[in-house]
């Protein structure tokens, strides 16, 4: 006999990716309830327990995202961005994106134009911008079920919902392996074909990339895991790079001996760095690695660096937490904000590890001659609407390794969509396995 809780995962699965692509439409509770044969309070109730927000506030999410990215760039009106994400009233959307970033759709355009990218990754935001808070479990899910109806498995910790929701259909259960130094490394495995390991940036765990988890899994096998310190994973002080690389030999033998890597942000230099290594690989695929390429860049990430390591080394986690927020280009307002959220904690939960990627990154420059000792066949890739010196660090660091292509994405800016790049990187690692 079916369980019946697994179609109410894939629904809520394909809900939350339906609204990733098609933000811009009217999009329906009501209609996404009735697929599911459950409704729409049922739904909304079972969408919020999984990815910590309402349907309705997950797209507002996914709209401010894209108005953002569209205002940076500066070709269209603020009326112009506004239709372009699917308000109707540009009221609406002024309230509700200063609500979501503390200023005006003019004022943040206008701030844009004069900021430069910041330089430490930027993963974070998109995690922060969807909170996920701790799921219910235990008698507290009670109020989700019906009769007949068997609990939804929700973990209260390490991946939160995403995960879950996959194990329940069957796709995916979490895994874990020992690395050299006895960390436990946890990470989920779905899809078949050549195996990729994905490699995330900042201060994001495994549950951030789940979506792109599962676009990957549609043509490879997709190892996603929890960066040591994070998640499900454990940590052992004190931190060194090279555990780091330790962790993704480890999987590389879960994997099976071979894999690709995909590294993401400040993952990409990490991933990059383990190649470097000698790890073996059959393809490596880095998004947009954020180096500096200038010299203000990289005296601004040397001071960032050092206050970090001060803020950490009083325990003043959420400052510290707070200075990535502006290192990434978060207003004070808006961080003023988020010190208020419920979500505040969780970040700050993970703010040790900020120095980690600080550490990974260096002086925030293209490491040369780290990068000519890759002989891993190497994909750089970039997104068309990313800012140009993101843009020129990706076109920097190919030409650095010495098998690499570099391409660019149309229509892409730091915060790929997964649709987006999944067939780039399934084309470029399955290469790997038909040679």
Known sequence: MRRPAAPLARHL???RDLIDRAYAEPLSVVALARGASVSPAYFSRAFKAAFGETPHQYLVSRRMERAKALLREGERSVTEVCMAVGFASLGSFSTQFRRFT?????AYRERSRHQELPLVPGCYPRMWTRPRPEPPCGDEWAVFEKPGRPRLPIVRSGDRATAAIRTAEGSAAMEKIASRDGTVIAYDRVGAGPPVIVVAGASCDRG??????????RHVTVLNYDRRGRGDSGDTLPYAVDRELEDIRAL?????GRASLLGLSSGAVLAARAAADGVPLERLILWEPPFSVDAEGRRRARAYAARLRELLAHDQRGDALALFLRQVGLPEAAIAERRRSPYWESGVALAHTLAYDAAVMADSTPPTGVLAQIGTPSLVLAGSRSPEPLRRAAERAAASIPDSRHQVLADQDHHV?????????ARFAGAAAGA
């Open 13 to 15: 699965l394909r809900a």
């Open 102 to 106: 503390g200023e005006s759709p003019s």
């Open 208 to 217: 951030v990339q789940a979506t792109l988890a599962g676009a990957l899994a």
């Open 252 to 256: 590389v033998d879960a994997a099976g």
């Open 417 to 425: 969509d997964p649709e987006a790049i999944a067939p780039v990187v």
